[in-house]
């Protein structure tokens, strides 16, 4: 139902023209599926659509588009006005500001409306036949006189409903539907509400007015805390001293509130292969919706290095990345209705050269002044082929640095200082190897006083 809600209308009409035009056909079974989906939570049976009813409903969401505002009973002077819409209009729930299967939570919710009669009209256990159309800003809900043979009705229809309900949809005001026939006396009922075997405030518990799909509705507003619908809850609610045929009743319902998350962030690994990043992981845990799929974010010093999104079924992927020198920050994002959660980065190493684990050690041999040049040599040990070497000149505050390249076995070069390093005492010398990387780091520091 969270995807039904995505589908746009595909309305093909213009207010302009008063062109009804169409609703396209995946917009219709979507809101079928949102329908269905929550009368299925209640415990009814689902409904089916009839085309024609499905075309007077959006001759009606197109007048209601047209004027900006909802009316059961239209008159000729209302814009884009048609015997049809009219109508339609008349035998239907409508809605301004969403449209298809996002407009059916906003009927079962029906805040505002104080005789809940939108919720108690798709919830109606005699409900067959329904019509529906969208215009991606209004839906109307054709629920009156569809038509078919009802099965029968359950005793109670109440909102929240019986067993696992996500918090989302557990709206502020609950209401408990009695369908039975014979004389219902609301007059003297209670509420009473537990959450986790601890109660809870009940407000405004009143009788609603009859003539609204369901039979005698006793509707109230719980008092529920963030923290208690910040995790998995155990609830119920009872309705007492209701008086059904001179007896006294009391009916419950008890429902496990769950909350609608970002799925948990993923276990995953990553690692540098030649010029490549290899990441694998594992399953994240859903916690209310389903993983859509996976996002692979990799991060260095210079900004995105790759954004690769892949399927929710896959498990690893190797992503081009030729950049020996950095080390990346990779996350692995999982993707669903409910967004994504925060996710560690893991840092990946450039990878090793072959050998390095075999040290790059460095000795020099020589160091002098000699005029305006500081001479070096040193003799280097294999695997340091194709280094460089930094030699850092101090002088006070004064710093002059400098990188060479080397090869292995001896080197020699020279770097030119000017007049006033020479002057200056003490003054230092530097040599290291240069970065990071394949080979451990080796030093060597000299004086000049």
Request: hydrophobic fraction near 40%; glycine fraction near 12%.
């Amino acid at each position: 139902m969270v995807d039904a809600t995505q589908v746009p209308a595909g309305w093909t009409g213009s207010t302009t023209s008063c062109a009804v035009g169409t609703e396209s056909s995946g917009s219709i079974g979507a809101t079928l599926l949102a329908v269905n989906t929550l009368r299925d939570f209640a415990g009814l049976p689902p409904v089916g659509f009839d085309a024609e009813l499905n075309r007077k409903a959006l001759s009606a969401a197109v007048m209601m588009r047209a004027a900006g505002a909802l009316s059961h009973s239209p008159g000729p002077d209302w814009p884009c006005y048609t015997a049809d819409g009219d109508e339609g209009a008349g035998r239907s729930n409508l809605y301004l500001g969403q449209s298809g299967a996002g407009a059916m939570v906003g009927y079962v919710d029906d805040g505002g409306v104080d005789s809940l009669g939108h919720r108690r009209w798709l919830l109606d256990p005699r409900g067959v036949t329904f019509g529906t159309g969208s215009t991606g800003s209004t839906n109307a809900l054709l629920v009156i006189g569809g038509g078919g043979t009802p099965a029968a009705p359950p005793q109670l229809v109440s909102w929240p409903p019986a067993g696992f309900v996500p918090w989302p949809l557990v709206f502020d005001t609950w209401s408990m539907a009695i369908t039975q026939a014979g004389a219902v006396d609301t007059s003297g009922a209670t509420v009473s509400v537990t959450v986790d075997g601890q109660s809870r405030a009940t407000s405004n518990v009143r009788t609603l007015a009859d003539g609204f799909g369901t039979g005698r509705t006793v509707a109230w507003e719980s008092a529920l805390t963030d923290a208690d619908r910040a995790g998995v809850r155990q609830v119920t609610a009872t309705l007492s001293n209701v008086v059904i045929g001179g007896v006294p009743r009391s009916f419950t319902v008890a429902f496990e509130g769950f909350p609608v998350l970002p799925p948990a962030a993923p276990v995953f690994t990553a690692q540098r292969t030649g010029d490549a990043v290899r990441v694998s992981w594992q399953a994240a845990a859903e916690r209310g919706v389903p993983v859509t799929g996976y996002r692979i974010l990799g991060e260095d010093s210079g900004g995105i290095a790759f954004d690769q999104t892949v399927g929710g079924d896959v498990r690893q992927t190797n992503i081009p990345y030729v950049r020996p020198d950095r080390v990346v920050n990779v996350r692995v994002i999982p993707l669903s209705r409910a967004g994504s959660p925060e996710v560690a980065a893991l840092a990946v190493s450039p990878p090793r050269a072959a050998g390095s684990r075999i040290p790059a050690r460095l000795r020099v041999t020589q160091i002098r002044l000699r005029g305006r040049q500081l001479l070096v040599r040193a003799r280097l040990a294999r695997r340091a082929s194709g280094k460089r070497l930094r030699v850092m000149v101090r002088a006070g505050r004064r710093t002059r640095s400098v990188t060479r390249t080397i090869r292995e076995g001896r080197a020699g070069f020279s770097i030119r200082l000017a007049p006033l390093y020479l002057r200056h005492r003490p003054l230092r010398v530097t040599i290291r190897f240069a970065g990071s990387g394949a080979v451990r780091p080796a030093s060597a520091r000299f004086t000049f006083r």
